[in-house]
């Protein structure tokens, strides 16, 4: 076909093509929507040991006045608030600044309204928060991951940072408090009614993918309700010990951790994933060599093409 006297790359553009022509055909563009829900299993208020509690008001204070892109670099200044050293808190400062200046660009993210203040409560809070990003032509059909955060809150380039890998699934994030180690199913399944809510539409079954104690938080979800979710993939953590004896044997869990870690270093990781193996054989892990627990950040290429290996970016 030609266009305009030159040659057309139809088939190189085509996904970009069909999703214009989708979001024509159903009018809902891209979007970024922060559903709320009232409900009795938010996470108690965050609670934390000196010195990091005496810093608590003022941050709550900058959280009610600052957007996340200038939270983020101040609280990186006072490090033990996210449970970072020093040395962590130094090398992820002009990562995490780069990725708020990507974030700057985009029309979705660049006014988003941060669920850090939420996740810093003083109070339990009676209703439920969460973010989704949804693409052009979002429809019952089109995939979904549901991401729990790590120690922190959930922060708003976890899910910038998803969406540029994954730009054709609906991205859920719900917030829980400072970690969601403990997170209910109850709550995720509150979070994805919300969502569904405001569509207009039956999401589908989703990934659930957890990120350090977000990862813990996740396995735990993963046994216990193995027929919610369609995979898991556990980032920066390892399969707890309440979890190792519950994977079944059709089920299809992923680990991805930095090669540096502890628990890799030390064999606990592979022995854990043997334990899996015995009744889930379909279980994976992979290291990626030389990073450590921040590799999202450190290792963007590389995470990227391994989480492509285990859902591809058109997957259903």
């Known amino acids: 076909m030609r266009f305009v006297g030159k040659w057309f790359p139809i088939r190189a553009h085509a996904p970009a093509l069909a999703a214009l022509l989708l979001a024509a055909l159903t009018g809902r563009a891209a979007e970024l929507v922060q559903v709320t829900w009232p409900t009795a299993n938010a996470s108690d208020p965050v609670r934390l040991q000196a010195p990091a509690s005496d810093l608590l008001p003022a941050f709550r204070l900058a959280l009610s006045a600052l957007p996340e892109a200038a ?25 995490t600044v780069e990725r708020y200046r990507v974030m700057a660009l985009s029309p979705h993210f660049a ?12 109070q339990k809070p009676a209703h439920g928060v969460a973010s989704a990003y949804v693409p052009a032509g979002a429809t019952a059909k089109t995939p979904v991951i549901l991401f729990l955060h790590g120690y922190g809150g959930s922060f708003l380039w976890y899910q910038h940072y998803l969406s540029e890998i994954f730009p054709n699934h609906i991205i859920i994030c719900p917030a829980y408090g400072i970690s969601t180690a403990t997170i209910s199913q109850e709550y995720v399944a509150e979070s994805l009614a919300a969502v569904s809510k405001q569509l207009g539409f039956r999401l589908s079954s989703p990934c659930l993918i957890g990120l350090s104690a977000g990862g813990f938080g996740a396995c735990r979800l993963y046994v216990a309700t193995p027929t919610f979710y369609t995979q898991l993939i556990c980032l920066a953590a390892f399969p707890t010990d309440d979890t190792l004896a519950r994977f079944l044997r059709n089920s299809r869990p992923r680990f991805l951790s930095g090669g540096t870690e502890p628990f890799v270093n030390s064999g606990d990781f592979q022995k854990r994933i043997a334990i899996i193996r015995r009744t889930a054989p379909a279980v994976e892990e992979s290291t990626i060599p030389g990073a450590d627990h921040f590799f999202l950040l450190t290792h963007p290429k590389e995470t990227k093409e391994q989480l492509l290996r285990w859902l591809p970016a058109d997957s259903n």
């Open 71 to 95: 939270i983020v670099p101040l609280a990186l200044s006072q490090p033990v608030v996210l449970g970072l050293t020093k040395e962590q808190a130094e090398v992820l400062r002009p990562l």
């Open 111 to 122: 006014k988003a309204t941060s669920a850090l203040p939420y996740a810093f409560s003083d």
